[in-house]
């Protein structure tokens, strides 16, 4: 094996978190997500210490970064100082504007909707978080999409897992790749908005 780098690391942050993901899905135990929450941990404390070789930062730096991070993207909980407030906002709602405009104050640069959401996330979680940002932006939920208003959606997500795989298994059997056909949608979802600002 090959010195260690981030790169080379990639793969293996993404499969400890899935591993996660799947523990608490199939209601592992305590045991098992400890262990697993364990594995991520270890890549965090990897990645710091090659930036820390590099001197760029530590994992005491990553934890302070962290910790500020949380006071200040979370005014409606912490006081400047970390201490707590007094009193909480009454709504998610509330919550979720105060987070936004935190975001937005830090994050200047990121003038339109669908900026900050990665390139590398499978389609479908892609397309959840980008139909998330659209609403967000005030835009109707699935603008630009065609052909869905025809579709009976099932009640359950075990239902809706199983027409998911359907969809696959038959583009599958058409010689059609589903991830690959999701992407290009999504692009052209993204395309057909330009830059849309989030709402404010």
Known sequence: MGA????????????EAYEVAETIETEG????????????????????????????????????SLNAKMIRR????FRPDGSLQDSFPATVEEIVLTWDAVKKAEKPERGHGFDGVPGALPA????????????????????????????????????????LFGIVAAARAGGLDAERALRGALRRFQ?????????S
């Open 4 to 15: 260690l780098t981030h790169e080379s690391l990639v793969e293996y942050l993404l499969e």
């Open 29 to 64: 135990g305590d045991a098992d997500l400890k262990s697993e929450l364990g594995d991520v941990l270890l890549q965090v404390v990897l990645h710091a210490r090659l930036a820390e070789e590099r001197g760029a930062f530590d994992l005491d730096d990553v934890a302070r």
């Open 74 to 77: 979370n005014p409606h909980v």
């Open 124 to 163: 479908l979680a892609r397309a959840q978080k980008l139909l998330d940002r659209a609403e967000r932006a005030g835009l109707p939920p699935a603008a630009g999409v065609t052909g869905v208003t025809g579709v009976d959606i099932p009640g359950t997500e075990e239902e809706l897992g199983e027409l």
């Open 191 to 199: 395309d057909s908005h330009g830059r849309v600002s989030p709402a």
